[in-house]
């Protein structure tokens, strides 16, 4: 390839993945701590730097799926963040992503494999850098888009109960809701159906379990809770 511009300074690009699980009514981010100067032994979220032949998304999804052992995940990209000094290793550009996965598909190997502890967003710890701005900035984003748009089903197992679907909107958006308003919104809404399958393990009177049709939502594609 043809150098353009050489009389200028490189720069390192890198991806650094927010991944976000729901599990005991807590929304939670997978996160670990540095094994590598600077910043070793802090709390880090994980990432890698952009190949030369790689878009960002391209990298993002590499990394994602190193971490997790999980391709077609939902993905959005948090933003940019390029402080000169917000990497004291070097002159580090890093474009931030958000994922949300079912803590229950995420291999306990792959967690062991990586180091990485799923952490309580309520009590997020200092973190490396910029990383904890990432992750307020990214759940912010979240609490946007989850009113309008269902990702919060990427938080759930295929069947679910009506209480686990409220305590996700509530997690995600560190509130609760009326559950009378919750639930009668909700059944107003086609794409989420009712199952004929009852619920015996966590609930103690048995609930029905539900499922989000995606092509149903596809053919009613507006809604807000």
């Known amino acids: ?56 998304n391209d990298a993002a999804r590499r990394v994602l799926y190193a971490l997790t052992g999980l391709k077609d995940l939902y993905m959005k990209q948090v933003g940019a963040y390029g402080d000169v000094d917000r990497d004291p290793g070097a002159r580090v550009i890093s474009i931030s992503y958000y994922s949300m996965i079912n803590v229950a598909d995420y291999d306990q190997a792959q ?16 973190m490396y850098s910029d990383h904890r701005k990432m992750v307020l900035k990214a759940r912010r984003m979240m609490q946007e888009k989850i009113s309008h748009e269902p990702i919060g089903f990427n938080l759930l197992p295929e069947l679910f109960t009506l209480s686990q679907l409220q305590q996700v909107y509530e997690a995600v958006n560190g509130e609760e809701v009326d559950k009378r308003n919750f639930r009668k919104r909700i059944k107003e809404m086609d794409f989420i159906e009712k199952t004929d399958q009852i619920d015996k393990l966590t609930s103690k009177r048995g609930a029905y379990l539900y499922r989000f049709n995606e092509k149903a939502y596809k053919e009613e594609p507006n809604f807000k809770l």
């Not at 032994?41 to 790689?54: I, K, P």
């Open 1 to 56: 390839m043809e150098q353009f511009y050489n009389d200028y300074d490189r720069l390192l690009v890198s991806v650094d993945c927010i991944v976000f699980g729901f599990d005991e009514g807590e929304l939670r981010v997978l996160m670990g701590k540095r094994k590598m100067d600077p910043g070793r032994g802090q709390w880090s979220l994980y990432g890698g730097f952009v190949g030369a032949n790689e878009s960002v």
């Open 111 to 126: 967690q062991q494999e990586h180091d990485v502890a799923w952490v309580n967003i309520e009590q997020l710890p200092e």
